[in-house]
């Protein structure tokens, strides 16, 4: 395995990394194969472990917290907050007060005492962002964070939160995780360039769209009925299209679609996320696969730089998409006349 260094953290991971949303009560039940699949990962050489508070509401950390006992120093390890953890609506968000209960919390579950990286698993349009960085910055200067990174924020907010780092001299995020996939390349227009820019690493969630860039039947029913980008026909036909070129090849329809994440001079790794050992047996048997110019061409005929194939249900959508209010003038001011 081969070895990037996270934006200028000077932090060296692997180009994969392995998700951890599939262990637990919502992916994989069976703990003791959940941590067979990590140890195997680790032992292939990936030293990268993404996971969340969310997962599994903490089951997933609890889980990777049991499979570190005794490697904990090798693996550079990340989780993440914002999402709901209970019915309190303060049980969330990226204010201070949710924050350092989250991290204390996580913590406690991944039987660690400081994390390599920590995230915000989402913007929060309700908390103002030199809030968040505040106390980033405190639980960084503690000691119980290495580095903080985002999920999903918009270029222009990265760069907000850049240039508020810089005039109150606050730590600064050193990673973005947006959604990227041969399916999904609208981050290439502008958020990627804002990750070079400021010397972020980028680590990139659904590479395989889902499972769509499997080229098989989606097995999920569940997954497939609560979201709609897994039916949507333009998704669909794309992959039909993609696959010819995968065995033209000489690859499988997910190793070439994982070679492309890595391929990207801006994204240091992209996140595969196994429920079985199956899922991670295929994942490595890929890790050496090199895309040509020519492959990457042929991608670009079909998906177009810096476009996505439909939306990405799972994706972010800012306040001035969500509210019609902000969109959407009085009617007695919308005339021309």
């Given at each position: 395995m081969h070895y990037r260094t996270?934006?200028?953290?000077?932090?060296?991971?692997?180009?994969y990394a392995l998700g951890a949303m599939m262990f637990g009560a919502v992916g994989n039940n069976?703990?003791?194969?959940?941590?067979?699949?990590?140890?195997?990962?680790?032992?292939?050489?990936?030293?990268f472990v993404d996971t969340a508070d969310f997962y599994s509401h903490g089951g997933s950390e609890e889980i990777v917290g049991a499979a570190l006992k005794g490697r904990r120093d090798h693996v550079v390890l990340a989780t993440k907050s914002h999402l709901p953890m209970g019915d309190d609506p303060n049980?969330?968000?990226?204010?201070?007060?949710?924050?350092?209960?989250?991290?204390e919390d996580s913590l406690r579950r991944l039987q660690t005492d400081y994390l390599d990286l920590f995230q915000m698993h989402r913007p929060d349009p309700d908390t103002d962002i030199e809030e968040t960085l505040s106390v980033l910055t405190d639980l960084i200067r503690s000691?119980?964070?290495?580095?903080?990174?985002?999920?999903?924020?918009?270029a222009s907010e990265l760069v907000e939160a850049h240039w508020v780092s810089e005039r109150r001299g606050l730590e600064r995020f050193r990673t973005e995780q947006p959604p990227y996939s041969i399916l999904n390349r609208g981050i290439e227009r502008e958020v990627l360039p804002v990750v070079q820019k400021y010397g972020m690493g980028a680590l990139v969630?659904?590479?395989?769209?889902?499972?769509?860039?499997?080229?098989?039947?989606p097995a999920d029913l569940r997954r497939t009925?609560?979201?709609?980008?897994?039916?949507?026909?333009?998704r669909l036909e794309v992959v039909e299209q993609l696959i010819p070129v995968a065995d033209a090849a000489g690859l499988k329809?997910?190793?070439?679609?994982?070679?492309?994440?890595?391929?990207?001079?801006?994204?240091?790794?992209?996140?595969?996320?196994?429920?079985?050992?199956?899922?991670l047996d295929d994942a490595l048997a890929g890790a050496d696969v090199v895309l040509g110019d020519d492959v990457l061409d042929q991608i670009d005929k079909i998906v177009p730089p810096g476009t996505d194939v439909g939306r990405l249900d799972m994706d972010y959508d800012t306040p001035a998409v969500l509210n019609p209010a902000l969109r959407r003038r009085p009617v007695?001011?919308?005339?021309?006349?």
């Open positions: 996270l934006g200028r953290t000077g932090i060296k991971v692997s180009p069976d703990r003791e194969e959940s941590i067979r699949i990590i140890h195997k990962a680790l032992d292939a050489g990936i030293n049980q969330r968000g990226n204010s201070r007060r949710w924050i350092m209960t989250a991290v000691g119980k964070v290495r580095a903080i990174g985002t999920s999903t924020m918009p969630w659904s590479p395989l769209a889902q499972g769509q860039l499997t080229g098989r039947a009925a609560m979201f709609r980008h897994m039916s949507d026909e333009r329809l997910t190793h070439l679609a994982m070679a492309f994440a890595i391929a990207h001079p801006a994204v240091t790794s992209a996140i595969i996320g196994p429920r079985t050992m199956d899922h007695d001011d919308r005339a021309a006349a």
